[in-house]
T-cell receptor
């Protein structure tokens, strides 16, 4: 089945540093990738949608300059949390899709990244 | 815009019993898909079951089945013979047909605890 690799799975860093999270589709070409944020015991909140080679579309309330998304190829999207602060601590999940009607699954999810800012 | 509502934040069930999780949605679309996802403590997102709105027959996957009521915009998940491994967060999700990129709208989730 389709596999999405997300790295790192857990990162702890000091306040003020920037953190990059990678999302790779390993065995298919993803036309669209999604980035979600999830707080404990809550649902997935869509942050942005990115299509290969174009700028990401951010959801209302998500700071573009804080959460930089790059989707340079059909198999790789990155989320960079710039100048991270403790309030950015959360669980971040990426997913990838090939678009069109879902024959099996609409989106293939990565395993998530737990980000802790000290 | 679509909205998905899960009115039960938490539920519990005894092992081997049956439990039903509720989901309602609001949309003006006629063609769409509905999904139930499971997120165990490992936090992986696992697709449990899917339903096409144009199909009247309720989807079934082993111990998991849905009750899809299109007119009522209701999409409940029934788990039969509950197992300890069913303990997880469950999310109901909606997707428009023909949606470029397959964007999902998630409900708030229901935390299910299966007790031995």
């Amino acid at each position: 089945g389709a596999v999405v690799s997300q790295h790192p799975s857990w990162v702890i860093c000091k306040s003020g540093t920037s953190v990059k999270i990678e999302c790779r589709s390993l065995d298919f070409q993803a036309t669209t990738m999604f980035w979600y944020r999830q707080f404990p015991k809550q649902s997935l909140m869509l942050m942005a949608t990115s299509n290969e080679g174009s700028k990401a579309t951010y959801e209302q309330g998500v700071e573009k300059d804080k959460f930089l998304i790059n989707h340079a190829s059909l198999t790789l999207s990155t989320l960079t949390v710039t100048s991270a602060h403790p309030e950015d601590s959360s669980f971040y999940i990426c997913s990838a899709s090939v678009g069109g009607s879902p024959r099996n699954q609409p989106q293939h999810f990565g395993d998530g990244t737990r980000l802790s800012i000290l | 815009a679509q909205t998905v509502t899960q009115s039960q934040p938490e539920m519990s069930v005894q092992e081997a019993e049956t439990v039903t999780l509720s989901c309602t949605y609001d949309t003006s679309e006629n063609n769409y898909y509905l999904f139930w996802y499971k997120q165990p403590p490992s936090r992986q997102m696992i697709l449990v079951i899917r339903q096409e709105a144009y199909k009247q027959q309720n989807a079934t996957e082993n111990r998991f089945s849905v009750n899809f009521q299109k007119a009522a915009k209701s999409f409940s998940l029934k788990i039969s013979d509950s197992q300890l491994g069913d303990t997880a967060m469950y999310f109901c999700a909606f997707m428009k047909h023909g949606n470029a990129g397959n964007m999902l709208t998630f409900g708030g989730g229901t935390r299910l605890m299966v007790k031995p």
